[in-house]
């Protein structure tokens, strides 16, 4: 069974300050990783997506990074913003997603 | 696009009642799932369909759950009868899913809370 870990489980910034979020998971066989981001009494909403065969995604000052051989893949956010702060989730597989906790992100103006 | 469409957005019922939550997926999308979202277990997939049929529900906790999805454009999951337990986030998502390269929509969620 995938187990997905997400460190730290809340971060505190200040604005403009650059975010690195971290996401480990168990089994190295995975189909593709996913980052969501999860705003208070809402759904999710997808970030980035990273097939299996690729290393990083990039969006914005968003990029993704994944490595499969040491199951980790890391979320950079450049810059950080008040309208940064929400709940990141890190989510793997294909049909059937195995997700992390989250990391809850507050950054402060 | 609407997006993924919820309803009720909040339910309170006591316990023992029948439960019924409703899901209107994106127009196109072949692939519909099911989720509850809890503090103590996170967010944990339920059940997921492919047109209409379901394919793997081996996330329904129990008997007590069922889902249908009797057209493309409608879903139910039922809880008969609730249980407090049963108090979480409901999240239902859709996916066109090609060769499952494609990322989960998801809905607003229906927030439930069973007395």
């Known amino acids: 069974k995938q187990e997905v870990t997400q460190i730290p489980a809340a971060l505190s910034v200040p604005e403009g300050e650059n975010l690195v979020l971290n996401c480990s998971f168990t089994?190295?066989?995975?189909?593709?990783l996913q980052w969501f981001r999860q705003d208070p009494g809402k759904g999710l909403t997808s970030l980035l997506l990273?097939?299996?065969?690729?290393r990083e995604q990039t969006s914005g000052r968003l990029n993704a990074s994944l490595d499969k051989s040491s199951g980790r893949s890391t979320l950079y956010i450049a810059a950080s913003q008040p309208g940064d702060s929400a709940t990141y989730l890190c989510?793997?597989?294909?049909?059937?997603?195995?997700f992390g906790a989250g990391t809850t992100v507050t950054v402060r103006a | 696009d609407a997006g993924v469409i919820q309803s009720p957005r909040h339910e309170v019922t006591e316990m023992g009642q029948e439960v019924t939550l409703r899901c209107k997926p994106i127009?196109?999308?072949?692939?519909l799932f099911w989720y509850r979202q809890t503090m103590m277990r996170g967010l944990e997939l339920l059940i997921y369909?492919?047109?209409?049929?379901?394919?793997?529900d081996s996330g329904m906790p129990e008997d007590r759950f069922s889902a249908k999805m009797p057209n493309a454009s409608f879903s139910t999951l039922k809880i008969q009868p609730s249980e407090p337990r049963d108090s979480a986030v409901y999240f239902c998502?859709?996916?066109?899913?090609?060769?499952?390269?494609?990322?989960?929509?998801f809905g607003p969620g229906t927030r439930l809370l069973v007395l």
């Open positions: 998502a859709s996916s066109p899913m090609a060769n499952g390269q494609e990322t989960q929509y």
């Open positions: 089994d190295s066989a995975i189909y593709n």
């Open positions: 990273i097939q299996s065969s690729q």
């Open positions: 989510a793997v597989g294909d049909y059937k997603l195995s």
């Open positions: 127009s196109g999308h072949d692939y």
């Open positions: 369909f492919n047109n209409n049929v379901p394919i793997d």
